[in-house]
């Protein structure tokens, strides 16, 4: 069964930056694409981007548009997200899993961002 763990979390001042990394392990991984999601507390998860896993393609929520670069290492089986100009509204916990629809048994432990006003 594949597994994912999310790192690179932490604390930063706004406006400050971030790259989160996911890395995938298990059977052979091939997902159609992959993209990072957060969860802010007491707020409904929300997908934030997402990389098509053979290609280029990619998507950016509009509350991290311009602010955030998703990109992927298929041979390392890796996800990352970069993130500029943090603002205190990006404080959430990050995971990532399979895009757009995620799959239950793939959500690790997410990494905490927290970022300070």
């Known amino acids: 069964q594949v597994q994912v763990v999310e790192s690179g979390g932490g604390l930063v001042q706004a406006g400050g930056s971030l790259r989160l990394s996911c890395a995938a392990s298990?059977?052979?991984?091939?997902?159609?694409?992959m993209g990072w999601f957060r969860q802010a507390p007491g707020k409904e998860i929300e997908a934030v981007a997402a990389?098509?896993?053979?290609?280029?393609?990619?998507y950016y929520a509009d509350s991290v548009k311009g602010r955030a670069t998703i990109s992927s290492d298929n041979a390392k089986n890796s996800l990352y997200l970069e993130m500029n100009s943090l603002k205190p509204e990006d404080t959430a916990v990050y995971y990532c899993?399979?895009?757009?629809?995620?799959?239950?048994?793939?959500w690790g432990q997410g990494t905490q961002v927290t970022v300070s006003s």
């Open positions: 899993n399979t895009d757009p629809v995620p799959t239950t048994t793939l």
């Open positions: 298990g059977r052979s991984f091939t997902p159609l694409a």
């Open positions: 990389v098509s896993w053979h290609g280029s393609n990619t």
